[in-house]
């Protein structure tokens, strides 16, 4: 980025975590640099379709940080599945340093260079799972290990509840970035949901600062073991939705 870019998104980074208040000097420098990564890394690399730097700085960095007007991360576990170039885990762990994040992901040069950002901006306690989300929640190391788990896919809520719910303990949660438009998508999850050990908490909509951009967090907390047949394969979970 060019110095006026990199003011430009220290400032919008700026206004955007006092909306959220969630004021902290360090958290936007380390997060401009992030930002800065990630648009130089783009160039070679297919990370985000979103190449404007004050764009990336909302519709990424803010968008994310909103997670933190939902719930309280501090000391807590949390395991970022599909997380892609590290949204939202990363910049919630820049924001709350305390967090011992998980980030897991199919694609392993994706984590290699989420490792070296994690080098060149000393961010520590992370760590860095190459694997498929179906299978890793399998791993008796993995399963029912975490306080919380995030989703920013694509994917329709019953398959990403399947996916991700196996990772929870009980009284954990899954926060799953949605559009506001989710309303059948969350109530046509529900048998999903109840089948995997969860219930619906609740869906807490904001809108990123600096936008009128609106989106949802769907909250699902896990009230009882997941049965153990579940996730299933990729293909059985894509075919058969439950």
């Keep these: 980025m060019e110095c006026h870019d990199i003011q430009a998104v220290s400032h919008t980074l700026r206004q955007g975590l006092e909306a959220f208040g969630l004021a902290d000097p360090g958290a936007v420098q380390t997060l401009t640099r992030y930002c800065q990564a990630l648009l130089d890394k783009n160039r070679e690399m297919n990370l985000t379709a979103i190449t404007d730097p004050v764009d990336a700085a909302n519709l990424h960095m803010l968008d994310c940080a909103a997670l933190l007007s939902c719930a309280q991360l501090s000391g807590q576990t949390l395991i970022d599945v599909g997380t892609g170039a590290g949204f939202p885990g990363m910049v919630l762990k820049i924001l709350v340093p305390s967090l011992e994040l998980t980030l897991l992901d199919s694609l392993n040069k994706r984590l290699d260079w989420l490792g070296e950002v994690c080098g060149a901006l000393d961010i520590r306690g992370v760590r860095r799972l190459h694997g498929r989300a179906e299978e890793a929640g399998r791993d008796p190391e993995l399963r029912e ?29 899954l926060l799953a970035m949605k559009g506001v438009s989710s309303l059948q998508e969350v109530e046509g999850a529900l048998p999903a949901i109840q089948t995997l050990g969860g219930r619906l908490e609740r869906c807490f909509d904001y809108t990123i600062p600096n936008t009128q951009v609106v989106h949802r967090v769907v909250i699902v907390e896990k009230i009882s073991s997941t049965p153990p047949q579940f996730p299933r394969r990729w293909s059985k979970i894509q075919k058969s939705p439950l």
């Design 145 to 173: 290990r975490f306080a919380f788990a995030t989703a920013r896919a694509v994917a329709d809520l019953r398959l990403l509840c399947e996916l991700c719910l196996p990772f929870l303990q009980v009284g954990g949660r």
